[in-house]
Structure formats: C-alpha cells, structure tokens
C-alpha cells in the first residue's frame, strides 16, 4: 500500500488559476531531471485544453474550470521550489509566451545558466543556443510544436484562448512547508506516483488553517488526530481483499482506496452539482469549491468528514449481515468494476435518499426497514438473473453465447447455498460461532469464469492434425482410470489405431463411446446437454485445459485442484504424454464441488459419467434453493388463499415433472405437502 505525504498542520492546499502564478518566482532543483516533455506530451496537453476551451463556450455554467496536476511548492527567500510539477509549469509558460503574454512566471533551472533568460525570451531567436543542452533543446521544440498547433489558429481565437488558458486553467496548489523537500520529491516520485485524489482531499481536511481561531491549540489537535487516524484505518480497511472485493471488482488501479469512498461521499450529498463531470480531480473539486463557500469551515468540514464516515460505516454493516453481504456481493460480482455506481445507488436507497421500486407495477416510495431493503436486492437480482431463471430454458449449441446468460443463476445458486447453509447451523444451534459462513467474492473475482457443460457436448476441440497432442492427452488420463468398461473401450480404441481409420477416427469412436448415449436410457440425450442441469461454473484456466474432456477426467481435476494440486499434462520429446502435479492454491465453488462430487445425487449410479439422474437431482437443489427467486410472485405466499394456485403453477411452468426424469416426480410427490 503506497504511504500518503505526512501532512502537516501548516500545509496550504488550493486552486490557483494560471493568472494567479504571475510575478511569481519558481525555482527548479538540482535533484531532479529537468525539462523532458517531447512532441507528444504538448500535443496532448494542447488537445486537452482545446477540448476544454470548445466545451467552456459551449456551456452555460461560469464554474466549470480546467484542473492541472498537483503543483507541490516550498516558500523559501521569495522563490518557490518546486517539488512536483515542473513539466507542466514550464510547459504553460511557454503556451503563454507563444500566446503573446510574455510577462507571466519565471522558471529557472539550477542545473542550467541562463535557463531564465531562455525562458522568458522563447520567442526570440536564440542561433544555436537551444543545442547546448537537454533542457534547451526540448523547450525549443516545445515553443515549435505550439507554435506549428497555433498557425491554423485565428486571431480572435488565440486572444480568446489565451483568457481562458489564464482565467479557468488552475493548477492544484499544494504549499509544504516539510523542512526537508528532497524527501518529499522522493516520496512523490516513487513508481512515478503523483499525490492521489484522496492525499489532495486528505490535506484539505486536516489543514489547522481551516479551523477557527476560537479554538484552543489542543482541541484544534486533537480533531486533526481523530480525522487522521479514522482515514487511516478506513484505508487500512479498504486495503484487505475480502473486504474490498466484496463490494468492489479487481479493475482499480489508484494506489489509494478511500477514493472510492470518497466518491460515493460526494454523489450522495445534496448539495451536488454536475459542474465538474469530467475534470481531472472532480471530488476534489467538489470538496474544495463546497469548503470555501462554506460560511462555516470548521463546522462543513466537521459534517462533510461525518458523511464520509457513515459512508465506510454502512459497507461494513452490510459485511457483516449475512443477508446483505451475499446479495449485495451477488449484484457486485455480476461486474467486473462499479462503473455503473451500483453501490451508490444501494447506498442512496438504504439511506432512504432515493426512492425506489421495489417490484414492477408497484409505485416508487423511499424504503425505510431492513426488511424491505432485502426485498428490494432481490427484485434485482430477479432482474439481472432474466429468463435464466426458467430452469426448462433450452440454450443453444456448444460455444454459442447464449449458454453465458446462464452464468448469474448458477452463481446465485453457489451463494444461496452458503446462506441456506448458514440458515441451517443457527437453526440448529450448532457451533456458535461469531461469524457466518462467507461466499469467497475476493476468491471468485480473481480468476475468470466460465459456463461449461458437465457433460461434453462437441468432438470438435479434438478434430484436426493440430488437436492431435490433446486427443494424446485425453487417452492418457483415461488409461489412468482402473474401470472395466473404459479399459474395453481403450481396448477397442487401440484397435482401431491399428486399422485403416487412423488415430483420428478410432478417436472420435472412443470419443463417442466415452460421451455418447450407448444406446443407456439414463444417459443425457443430446437436447438435454444444454438445459442447465448440464452447466456449472469452471473457472477459465480448467476449462481451457480440460473444459471438452469426460466427466472423469473433469472430476478428477478439479477435485484435486481444491486440494491444492494441479495436475498438468505435457509432451516430450518422444512424442509421450507426461502429467506432473503441481501446487496451487485454488478456489472452487461450492456447487461446482457438488457436482463433480456427486453430492446431490442420492446414491449415485457411476461416479465417472454424469447421468440423467445426477442431472436431475442437480436441478432439484437448484429448484429447492432458488425458490424464491424462480416464483413470479413469492411475496403473495403470505396470503394462504393463494398457496394452492402458486403451487399449481409452480408445478406446470416451472417443474413439469415427469418430462426428464422419474426423481422429480417422486420428489414432488414427497414434498408437495410442505413444499411452499
């Protein structure tokens, strides 16, 4: 985790608009690089600013304002070292001087004599003196690419242009009066990472400045320490997986997690504006402009720090409701970042800032209970699960894409599991743990999942010269198995080989044997290898390797892969197949175990085919488990009158017992009394 500045009391921290920078004085040392930008860095800056200027006249608002990066200064004999922003400093001088103001800032570089003097007179011919160095050399043609950008550039423009460059281009002001700068450029600087969002808001909250004068030394203090200490256990916090990925997907690349929250802090004051959409540093930018229109700093930053604060607060209350952590971690999971601001939207609604609705056809009202909190995530998760919830639903073929839409109820039903499961062990007293039992989000969002087929569904990631090292593999695991009927088909198999077919044909025979009917009124007909009771979730690595081989051989990978082990196949330089087994911490879900265990299945058949029977039990718990998420209406349960048509229903629509198997049939049978 990447440590923030040491703020200390005395740091200033605001926006400056370019303007404000003139008859300043900057000073650029010795122990950094100097000026390096190139063509590109200015082209990019220029197309920015340009983008800016069209939007500005195009807008109504007089706020909105362009932000640079940090600029991190220290005071020091009427000079500002510059500790952090150099390259853009010197870069919008030059963009002044070739807009004609030539009367702004001065730079000056230790490294380089008369770097000054260069500076301020860019414009004018220098012979040679631009080749005498690094830095000369790359502001010259810097002041050439703005100058070759302005030639297509009108008059009125560039008068325009350069208003708005001075007016509504602000740099992030950042004052440190840290006595040793070199320590600050250094901590700056590390993996070239610049101050983060969170530092600048972070600064701005714990300036002693912002507090007033009434106030005593130590009460002043003591407010800092509490501030200080409450963010850095809030980042601390945000810093474990478990607790992140709960709420959070793994596409977040800022080196501080408070901003998130932060963000969300923001959307959800009332006093929001959309006039920084867009802008490098919004929330910053929101707190700051907010802060200084404040009549009462003490008091807004006291409240806005409350808000933050209850922000983190209620994702750690949902953490810790088993409840509200596995739907909340279910509608989460179902993406790979918050891009959609989900979670602000969830944090509106639980804070009754927005209303809602909970189901279709009901009107919108503001959601006040827990309970109807709970009811709300689960229309939702109604919603994203679709039509995917009509467990008859036939999918298309082998690698088509619809098979994907079933991949939210196969992973609601891992983690409806883990709730009924926690339901169980309090119903009964049991353990009396502190804790309840976790679906692993943190687990499941590092690796990429797949909706595969239990049983193979096509030959043809085997068919061709190039699969022939995978068909080499798939016999090889297969001469591992000690079953009489597979060593009649490898018998036959070898056969074969030796015939006129070929290695190929007498694979896809074996292939056939292996996977096929075989003429077994328990085995899946090929219409029903793509119903979901012939679908669980694999993660992207199994499936890639073993995703087409036989039930066998995908249970005995991925059995042992929940063990810690890996078994990888390779060739040799013989042609020969070799496996070695490898150590790998893996995670597996809880109904992907199931069912390669075979543990739905009452006292199953065969442990090395998946069967029509092991589907339809499979289908069974998915019935029994989702229930309430299957069922249009399951609220109406309530109401006793309408129990019998529900379940009637429920039976024609949803189960259509007898169609598949004779288990459902036994199963309905047995339970109809109490099922509902």
């Known amino acids: 985790m990447k440590k923030g500045l040491n703020v200390v009391e005395n740091n200033k921290i605001s926006l400056k608009p370019v303007k404000e920078l003139f008859g300043m004085n900057f000073f650029i040392p010795d122990y950094q690089r100097g ?14 600013l340009e983008e800016f200027y069209e939007s500005i006249c195009e807008a109504e608002s007089s706020k909105i304002i362009y932000c640079l990066q940090p600029l991190v200064v220290m005071e020091k004999d009427n000079k500002y070292i510059v500790i952090d922003g150099q390259q853009r400093l010197t870069t919008v001088k030059i963009l002044l001087s070739c807009l004609g103001d030539n009367n702004n800032y001065s730079v000056e570089y230790q490294t380089r004599d008369k770097s000054k003097d260069f500076l301020d007179k860019i414009n004018e011919q220098h012979g040679d003196e631009w080749k005498k160095n690094a830095d000369f050399f790359h502001m010259y043609h810097a002041k050439e690419t703005i100058t070759e950008w302005l030639k297509d550039k009108d008059e009125k423009f560039q008068e325009s242009f350069l208003t708005i460059v001075k007016d509504k281009v602000e740099f992030v002001w950042y004052k440190s009066d840290d006595t040793d700068p070199i320590k600050v450029f250094t901590r700056l600087n590390i993996g070239k990472i610049g101050l983060t969002e969170s530092e600048l808001i972070k600064a701005l909250f714990l300036s002693s400045n912002n507090f007033g004068a009434t106030e005593t ?4 203090l003591l407010t800092l320490v509490e501030i200080a200490n409450e963010w850095d256990k809030i980042e601390y916090r945000l810093q474990d997986d478990r607790f992140w990925l709960f709420f959070h997907g ?4 800022k080196p501080t997690r408070i901003d998130y929250i932060l963000d969300i802090a923001k959307e959800t004051n009332e006093d ?18 907010s802060f200084n229109g404040a009549p009462n700093k003490q008091a807004f930053l006291t409240d806005r720090w409350k808000s933050i604060s209850r922000i983190y607060q209620i994702l750690e209350e949902w953490y810790n409701d088993e409840e509200l952590y596995h739907y909340i971690g279910f509608l989460c999971a179902l993406e790979k970042d918050d891009k959609d601001g989900k979670v602000t939207e969830y944090i509106k609604t639980y804070l009754g800032l927005k209303k809602v609705r909970i189901k279709k056809g009901e ?4 959601i006040m209970t827990k309970k109807d909190f709970i009811l709300y995530l689960k229309y939702r998760i109604k919603d994203e699960c679709g039509n995917a919830l009509e467990l008859d639903r036939q999918y298309e073929g082998y690698k088509q894409p619809q098979k994907r839409e079933a991949r939210p109820v196969l992973l609601l039903h891992n983690v409806q599991t883990v709730l009924d499961q926690n339901a169980s062990i309090i119903e009964e007293k049991k353990y009396g743990l502190p804790d309840f039992i976790r679906f692993p989000f943190h687990l499941f969002k590092k690796e990429g999942w797949d909706v595969e087929h239990i049983r193979p569904n096509s030959l043809e990631d085997y068919e061709g010269d190039r699969k022939k090292s995978a068909r080499k593999k798939y016999v090889y ?6 079953d009489k009927k597979i060593k009649e088909q490898l018998v036959n198999y070898d056969d074969n080989k030796q015939k006129e077919h070929g290695e190929e044909s007498a694979f896809e025979e074996l292939w056939k044997s292996i996977n096929g009917n075989d003429n077994d009124s328990n085995e899946l007909q090929e219409d029903q290898k793509n119903l979901i009771w012939n679908y669980t979730l694999l993660d992207s690595s199994t499936n890639r390797e073993y995703g087409n081989s036989c039930f066998a051989i995908k249970r005995d990978y991925v059995l042992k892969k929940e063990k810690g082990i890996k078994p990888h196949l390779s060739i040799d330089d013989k042609d020969e197949v070799k496996m070695s087994d490898e150590k790998e911490a893996a995670f597996v879900p809880v109904c992907t175990r199931n069912v390669f265990s075979k543990t739905y299945t009452d006292y199953p058949d065969d442990l090395k085919y998946w069967t029509e029977k092991d589907a339809a039990y499979y289908r069974m718990d998915m019935e029994k488990t989702l229930w309430w998420f299957i069922l249009k209406n399951p609220e109406e349960l309530a109401d006793e ?3 019998k048509e529900i379940l009637n229903k429920y039976k024609e629509s949803i189960l259509d017992v007898g169609k598949y198997n004779m288990t459902f049939k036994n199963w309905y049978e047995n339970k109809e009394g109490g099922l509902l």
């Open 35 to 48: 000026y390096r930008w190139g063509t590109k860095q200015v082209e990019d800056l220029l197309r920015d």
């Open 217 to 220: 030394t130590e009460s002043k």
């Open 250 to 253: 793994t596409d977040y690349n």
């Open 272 to 289: 929001l504006n959309n006039d920084y959409d867009g802008e490098m540093y919004p929330t910053f930018r929101y707190y700051y402009e």
């Open 363 to 366: 009107s919108e009202k503001q």
């Open 477 to 482: 695991v297969l001469r591992q198995y000690q």
């Open 641 to 643: 009158g309408k129990r």
